[in-house]
Each structure stands twice: as structure tokens, then as C-alpha cells.
């Protein structure tokens, strides 16, 4: 079956950093697009960052100069490198798998930033 499993997530303060990961299996990786997206609490999901088959990539206005998004092939992973968080960064952040139509997201990390 599919699965993606993000992990990385925690409580920080305001001006810190975290990295999460999503880690796939079941498909096949290095053809699929890639996202990051996150649910504050009574909020609806919203884009983060995105990063193609090729390695192109994009990001929400909201974490430009922020967030990194990169991803590693040979170990089935996304990364959302993650720096100067705000609180309102607060959420929970879902991966997603993209190609040909097929999507798929993971259960999400938790993260939580302090004031």
C-alpha cells in the first residue's frame, strides 16, 4: 500500500528551527511531485512548499526566505527545512504525493511555536 509517515515535528520557540521528513513507500518516488502543507486549528489546509520529479520547487508567500524544501531519491524522502518560526507557523504539516492524477498524504507532524 501507499504510505507517507512525517516525522520532525515538536514544540519551539518563536525564531527557532525544525526539520521535518516524509518518508514514502509504494510508489515509485523519483517520478512523483512532492508538497508540504499544513492545518492550523479551525483553518483550512493550505499549500506550503512544493518540489517536482526534477527538483524545481515552490513555496507559499507566507515562508518564502524561510522554508527549504528539498528531497533525497535514494531514500524515499522529502525534507521542510524550517527557520525562523513564527507562531502563527503553528499547525499540523501534512505531506503529499502527486503524479498523474493520484494523490496521497500522510497522517501529519504536529508543530507548535511559542511566543
Known amino acids: 500500500q501507499v504510505q507517507l509517515v512525517e516525522s520532525g515535528g515538536g514544540l519551539v520557540q518563536a525564531g527557532g528551527s525544525l526539520r521535518l521528513s516524509c518518508t514514502t513507500s509504494?510508489?515509485?518516488?523519483?517520478?512523483?511531485?512532492m508538497g508540504w502543507y499544513r492545518q492550523a486549528p479551525g483553518k483550512q489546509r493550505e499549500f506550503v512548499a512544493r518540489?517536482?520529479?526534477?527538483?524545481?520547487?515552490n513555496s507559499a508567500d507566507s515562508v518564502k526566505g524561510r522554508y527549504t524544501i528539498s528531497r533525497d531519491n535514494a531514500k524515499n524522502t522529502v525534507y521542510l527545512q524550517m527557520n525562523s518560526l513564527k507562531p502563527e507557523d503553528t499547525g499540523v504539516y501534512y505531506c503529499?504525493?502527486?503524479?498523474?492524477?493520484?494523490?496521497?498524504w500522510g497522517q501529519g507532524t504536529q508543530v507548535t511555536v511559542s511566543s
Open positions: 503529499n504525493s502527486l503524479r498523474l492524477g493520484s494523490s496521497y
Open positions: 509504494g510508489i515509485i518516488f523519483s517520478v512523483h511531485a
Open positions: 518540489i517536482t520529479s526534477g527538483g524545481s520547487t
